[in-house]
Nanobody, 124 residues
């Protein structure tokens, strides 16, 4: 069964950059669309971005133009490049498998095989 592990989080200054990685095991990621999500304390988990089997990508408005999702099926990896980071980007970031067909929408309720998350903190 598919397992996902996130890595790459850390503390960065506003305006900085960070690249998150999502590594799959147990199954090939080529069979799955993968989404990135984030959750801050006291807030609901929200979708950030996703990439489908045909390498099409979706982004929510708050990160569009700043974040880039990509996948490398040969390495069983999905990445999230985050640029121009803002304090409001601070959250635990998760990857998961699910549908990625509606432009601008990444719905957590439709996803499964959640990773453990990696903390991203944007602060001076």
């Amino acid at each position: 069964q598919l397992q996902l592990v996130e890595s790459g989080g850390g503390l960065v200054q506003p305006g900085g950059s960070l690249r998150l990685s999502c590594e799959g095991s147990g199954s090939s990621l080529a069979y799955y669309a993968i989404g990135w999500f984030r959750q801050a304390p006291g807030k609901e988990r929200e979708g950030v971005s996703c990439v489908n089997l045909r390498y099409r990508t979706n982004y929510v408005d708050s990160v569009k133009g700043r974040f880039t999702i990509s996948r490398d099926n040969a390495k069983n990896m999905v990445y999230l490049e985050m640029n121009s980071l803002k304090p409001e980007d601070t959250a635990i970031y998760y990857c998961a498998a699910g549908p990625c067909d509606i432009p601008g929408r990444v719905e957590p309720r439709s996803y499964g095989y959640w990773g453990q998350g990696t903390q991203v903190t944007v602060s001076s």
